[in-house]
């Protein structure tokens, strides 16, 4: 193999590893959105569909509620966010199905009051019967992109 070649090889396996490298690194990005990042503790064993599940950081809370209490597929669900020691300019809702990927349902909440944040979304259909749902509250405030998180679980048929 002449010298030319080989540099010429070289540049190709180098340029194809950048490539590979940099697929890589969009591929975690898009990881990295997908998956619910949990900033704070939630209380394990809170049943959205029947009482208001509360989470804690430091001294930050964040309460999310949802009526009608019976959340089925396919019916307008009002979700209600109030949160204390937090700033915040948007409040987001994604609604993932934990076993099932069931399509985006992201929904911007508006602002109620200081404190409280809705929004009205629905379920899709889930052909399996009851399914578990997490509902991720994510809260942006003006000078950070990177949001606070809480996760919650409900189940929905």
């Not at 109030?82 to 349902?105: C, P, Q, Y």
Request: hydrophobic fraction near 45%.
């Amino acid at each position: 193999m002449t010298v030319v070649n080989m540099k010429t090889h070289k540049i190709i396996i180098t340029v194809t590893c950048v490539i590979i490298l940099l697929l890589l690194s969009q591929f975690a990005r898009i990881e990295a959105w997908i998956t619910p990042k949990t900033d704070f503790i939630t209380f394990p064993g809170c049943l959205l569909q029947a009482e208001t599940c509360h989470a804690t950081l430091d001294d930050k809370t964040l309460s999310l509620s949802v009526e009608p209490k019976k959340i089925a597929t396919l019916v307008p669900l009002t979700f209600n966010v109030k949160i204390n020691n937090i700033s915040a300019s948007k409040v987001v809702l994604d609604l993932n199905g934990k076993e099932m990927f069931m399509g985006i349902n992201r929904t911007i909440l508006h602002q109620v009051s200081d404190s409280n944040w809705e929004g009205i979304t629905e379920l899709a259909v889930c052909t399996t019967g009851e399914m578990i749902w997490e509902a991720s509250v994510k809260i942006y405030n003006q000078s950070d992109s990177t949001p606070l998180t809480a996760t919650f679980e409900f189940s929905a048929k």
